[in-house]
């Protein structure tokens, strides 16, 4: 082969790694693009202080999104996590002895006790997700919907409008003191962001859970559980949600109905812009990450440019998610076509 024919060949093999690589490229390079622009905008961005801001401000949202990764990853989706975190801390505040003026009739019990019910209380709700699912067949963007609203009631019935305080210790700690100067709930994100990048990409388990994303009818074929799967993953779901709502409340200083509702968009737009596939199969905790920072940095940096409309950052974040929907899925063309 003539050397001009070894370099066209270079340049198709080259030319075919960069289509299927795009899902992943794409959301790196808006991060750097983002991170130059807010450095040279604004003199406050770019410190360690805001450093550290940035990643305490998502790590509630990198909660959620460690638990959505794993459904996303088998072409589901989940609608409910906001509503199970806000359930959640809800029901361990719940659970925990109120000061005087906290006018809710709670029921005190030990710390280790409350802290036990809250998280039985949202892997049971991820339960109903997955059963709902797989034994009775709705699609989990029904399902997930309606349990939404389900963990919306539970909320309201337990505060009935009222705002709950104090949380047990140990979720005091996690989710409103710090080690060292850092955050504890910047810990405990990183530790389950670490946690779930191991098992998705080392165990058999996270194997199967790109397989069945990847293609469901082959999954089962090739002799997995595939229900057994999307049960898993639903409750990995609610229970990430729920720590998260835990250590919000903490963090945020209160728990009360509807604390959450924003977090459901952050969350699926922080895996989405990361690069993993909504049609399943592709992506990863690194992709969340960078989604989670993307997310972050155009946030927190819109805050310091004092001369954008605080209400035209509500238009850019939705620019931002519709540019990432369309990469998403002309990723997922581009890379069909050099497969074939």
């Known amino acids: ?25 794409a959301p790196l390079i808006t991060l750097i693009c983002l991170v130059v622009f807010f450095s040279v905008a604004s003199s406050s961005f770019a410190t360690l202080d805001n450093v550290g801001n940035i990643l305490t401000q998502v790590s509630v949202t990198g909660i959620i999104a460690v638990g959505l990764t794993f459904v996303i990853l088998c072409a589901e989706i989940d609608l ?11 029901v361990v505040a719940y659970f925990t002895a109120q000061d005087s003026y906290v006018n809710i009739a709670n029921l005190p019990l030990p710390g280790a006790v409350a802290i036990g019910l809250a998280l039985l209380a949202c892997a049971l709700l991820g339960l109903v997700n997955a059963l709902g699912v797989t034994l ?21 019935l337990l505060v009935r409008g009222q705002i709950a305080y104090k949380v047990p210790d140990l979720i005091a700690t996690l989710g409103s003191r710090s080690l060292g100067g850092v955050p504890w709930i910047v810990i405990v994100a990183a530790i389950l962001l670490l ?8 165990t058999r388990f996270g194997r199967y859970v790109y397989i069945v994303g990847g293609n ?12 057994l799967i999307i049960n898993a993953v639903m409750v990995i779901s609610g229970v990430c949600s729920g720590i998260a709502g835990m250590l919000g409340v903490a963090h945020f200083g209160s728990a009360q109905q509807n604390e959450f509702d924003t977090y459901l968009l952050d969350a699926i737009a922080a895996v989405v812009v990361g690069g993993t596939s909504l049609f399943g199969g592709r992506g990863g905790i690194g992709n969340t990450l960078v989604g989670l920072f993307v ?11 004092n001369n954008i409309d605080s209400f035209l950052k509500i238009l850019i974040r939705g620019l931002i998610l519709l540019a990432a929907l369309v990469i998403n899925v002309y990723a997922q063309r581009l890379r069909a076509t050099a497969e074939d």
């Open 136 to 156: 009775i067949g709705i699609p989990s963007f029904i399902m997930t919907l309606a349990m939404m609203q389900i963990a919306a009631g539970v909320s309201a």
């Open 216 to 227: 469901r009818e082959a999954a089962e074929y090739s002799g997995i559980n595939v229900k």
């Open 80 to 90: 409910s996590v906001a509503g199970i975190a806000n359930a959640t801390g809800i």
């Open 195 to 202: 946690a779930a990048h191991l098992v998705l990409t080392y």
């Open 295 to 305: 997310l972050g940095v155009l946030n927190n940096g819109l805050d310091h440019v």
């Open 1 to 25: 082969m003539t050397a001009e024919g070894e370099t066209h060949r270079g340049r198709a093999r080259l030319g075919s790694i960069l289509r299927s690589q795009m899902r992943n490229i």
